[in-house]
């Protein structure tokens, strides 16, 4: 169940057909089903590949053979179980490609359904539920700052990411997967199986960390371990919510230069009056600790 609080009245209110969990669920069986077909489409490709290779060559060899003994006659023969060979294995393939294409297309259709499904289910929610944020701001010195909130969990992290970028994450515990894909390496901020290569992302620059979510056309955001903000309103700097255990911590960037928590005092005040902004619009709610 989630902690969720509607505008109206205040207390829990959970509406059947809503539950996101249970969308994300759904979702989550339909890539598992996905990543499957795709392993067992390339095993039998391979096993394809290898009896071709392998009648090839049987082919080769007995044509030699007979060619070697004198048998004329029964070279002449040769191409008769050939075609009949090539046949069987040319049935083969058009019954692989067949089925390949039928599962692909009832596979994604299915993805497509449940992705369409979770973004229908957030959508009702934001017309019914607000975000309560709590900003602590620390200045470091006279001119940076520390900006942090408590991280979100469940239904209220999803919806913040709605929110925030204007789409829902690909996954529902987006923001507390820190599985580790390659071991030395720390958690890559994109979800696994999302055709994003982890290992070019971790050696990759900021530009490459931002394009997850920036100018995606993904209808739900492969990200994991923070949340950036994708509003074109806000343009430079760029902010992002990174994950630190109990609380996520605000990142920035100019155009040419990385992400850094130390943020010039300007970031944290243009950052705090975006989330005011969207208070105003009756988006959400926020509070802000000075320290």
Do not use: N
């Given at each position: 169940?989630s902690?969720?609080?509607?505008?109206?009245?205040?207390?829990?209110?959970?509406?059947?057909?809503d539950?996101?969990?249970?969308?994300?669920?759904?979702?989550?069986?339909?890539?598992?089903?996905?990543?499957?077909?795709?392993?067992?489409?390339?095993?039998?490709?391979?096993?394809?590949?290898?009896?071709?290779?392998?009648?090839?060559g049987?082919?080769?060899?007995?044509?030699?053979?007979?060619?070697?003994?004198?048998?004329?006659?029964?070279?002449?023969?040769?191409?008769?179980?050939?075609?009949?060979?090539?046949?069987?294995?040319?049935?083969?393939r058009?019954?692989?490609?067949?089925?390949?294409?039928?599962?692909t297309?009832?596979?994604?259709?299915?993805?497509?359904?449940?992705?369409?499904?979770?973004?229908?289910?957030?959508?009702?929610?934001?017309?019914?539920?607000?975000?309560?944020?709590?900003l602590?701001?620390a200045?470091?010195?006279?001119?940076?700052?520390v900006?942090h909130?408590?991280?979100?969990?469940?239904?209220?992290a999803?919806?913040?990411?709605?929110?925030?970028?204007?789409?829902?994450?690909?996954?529902?515990?987006?923001?507390?997967?820190?599985?580790?894909?390659?071991?030395?390496?720390?958690?890559?901020l994109?979800?696994?199986?999302?055709?994003?290569?982890?290992?070019?992302?971790?050696?990759?620059?900021?530009?490459?960390?931002?394009?997850?979510?920036?100018?995606?056309?993904?209808?739900?955001?492969?990200?994991?371990?923070h949340?950036?903000?994708?509003?074109?309103?806000?343009?430079?700097?760029?902010?992002r919510?990174?994950?630190?255990?109990?609380?996520?911590?605000?990142?920035?960037?100019?155009?040419?230069?990385?992400y850094?928590?130390?943020?010039p005092?300007?970031?944290?005040?243009?950052?705090?009056?975006?989330?005011v902004?969207?208070?105003?619009?009756?988006?959400?709610?926020?509070?802000?600790?000075?320290?």
């Amino acid at each position: 169940m989630s902690d969720l609080e509607l505008k109206t009245g205040g207390a829990l209110e959970r509406r059947e057909g809503d539950d996101l969990r249970l969308a994300y669920a759904e979702l989550t069986a339909a890539r598992t089903h996905h990543a499957a077909f795709l392993l067992e489409r390339e095993a039998r490709e391979a096993a394809l590949g290898r009896k071709s290779h392998h009648v090839q060559g049987a082919l080769e060899a007995a044509k030699a053979f007979l060619a070697g003994a004198g048998e004329g006659e029964a070279a002449a023969s040769l191409p008769v179980p050939a075609e009949d060979f090539r046949a069987e294995l040319q049935q083969g393939r058009e019954a692989f490609e067949a089925w390949a294409r039928e599962e692909t297309g009832r596979l994604e259709a299915a993805i497509e359904a449940a992705s369409a499904e979770v973004t229908a289910r957030v959508e009702r929610w934001l017309e019914h539920f607000r975000p309560h944020l709590r900003l602590e701001v620390a200045a470091i010195g006279k001119e940076r700052s520390v900006v942090h909130l408590p991280t979100p969990r469940g239904d209220e992290a999803v919806l913040l990411c709605a929110l925030l970028t204007g789409k829902p994450p690909l996954t529902y515990d987006f923001l507390l997967d820190d599985a580790v894909d390659h071991l030395g390496q720390p958690s890559a901020l994109a979800a696994a199986g999302a055709g994003i290569d982890l290992s070019a992302l971790r050696e990759g620059s900021a530009d490459d960390e931002d394009a997850i979510a920036h100018g995606s056309e993904a209808t739900l955001l492969p990200i994991r371990r923070h949340l950036p903000l994708t509003d074109p309103i806000l343009g430079w700097p760029r902010f992002r919510l990174m994950l630190r255990g109990p609380v996520l911590e605000l990142e920035s960037r100019e155009a040419d230069t990385g992400y850094t928590h130390l943020l010039p005092a300007a970031h944290a005040e243009r950052f705090t009056g975006y989330l005011v902004a969207l208070q105003a619009k009756g988006k959400l709610e926020v509070a802000v600790d000075l320290g």
